[in-house]
T-cell receptor, first 112, second 115 residues
């Protein structure tokens, strides 16, 4: 059963804590992406990766970090430097940049 | 400035009725345009993808049109069902001079279908 998974579905964090969101895909896609979705706004790109061991900042990378050690995995760390981290986070993957993106089910992060 | 604007922001229709959602974009250069359906609390799912040379594409009860000259697209939903209640997102992508691709997302139209 091919697809892209994210965990956990809901995540609560205290202010000042780092937290890591998981994203895994078994579609054999080279490119992976992290987006943030806030009410009334379009999806905004945080980071993307075209290939293993390489990643690029998106439009709102400040306060976030990523790694791409395996083709299947692209975890996102929300650091304490992110001023307003409460949001819905979506991971996506595609064969390459510009190809159709397949999205995961999302992780809703709430900072208490 | 690269932008994708969708209208209306929200829409309520009765089950069985048709509706049309609009997407206007200023993204350049243009590569393709996609419509996604996003159920509440879920990830978006692709409905259609259209390239510069395509005018119409259908996926069941969903029909997308593209006018590349006026930079407008529409998504027409025929004989709506309760399960069509969702947000519909228009995404335009274009290849940049650096060789990378840019995806520009609209804010979506929230559709509610009533019984």
């Amino acid at each position: 059963d091919g697809g892209i998974t994210q965990s956990p579905k809901y995540l609560f964090r205290k202010e000042g804590q780092n937290v890591t969101l998981s994203c895994e895909q078994n579609l054999n896609h080279d490119a992976m992406y992290w987006y943030r979705q806030d009410p009334g706004q379009g999806l905004r790109l945080i980071y993307y990766s075209q290939i293993v061991n390489d990643f690029q900042k998106g439009d709102i990378a400040e306060g976030y970090s990523v790694s791409r050690e395996k083709k299947e995995s692209f975890p996102l760390t929300v650091t304490s430097a992110q001023k307003n981290p409460t949001a819905f986070y979506l991971c996506a993957s595609s064969w390459g940049l510009g190809n159709e993106q397949f999205f995961g089910p999302g992780t809703r992060l709430t900072v208490l | 400035k690269n932008q994708v604007e969708q209208s209306p922001q929200s829409l309520i229709i009765l089950e069985g009725k048709n509706c049309t959602l609009q997407c206007n974009y200023t993204v350049s250069p243009f590569s393709n345009l996609r419509w996604y359906k996003q159920d509440t609390g879920r990830g978006p799912v692709s409905l259609t993808i259209m390239t510069f040379s395509e005018n119409t594409k259908s996926n069941g009860r969903y029909t997308a049109t593209l006018d590349a000259d006026t930079k407008q697209s529409s998504l027409h939903i025929t004989a709506s069902q309760l399960s069509d209640s969702a947000s519909y997102i228009c995404v335009v992508s274009g290849r940049q001079t650096s060789g990378t691709y840019k995806y520009i997302f609209g804010t979506g139209t929230r559709l509610k279908v009533l019984a």
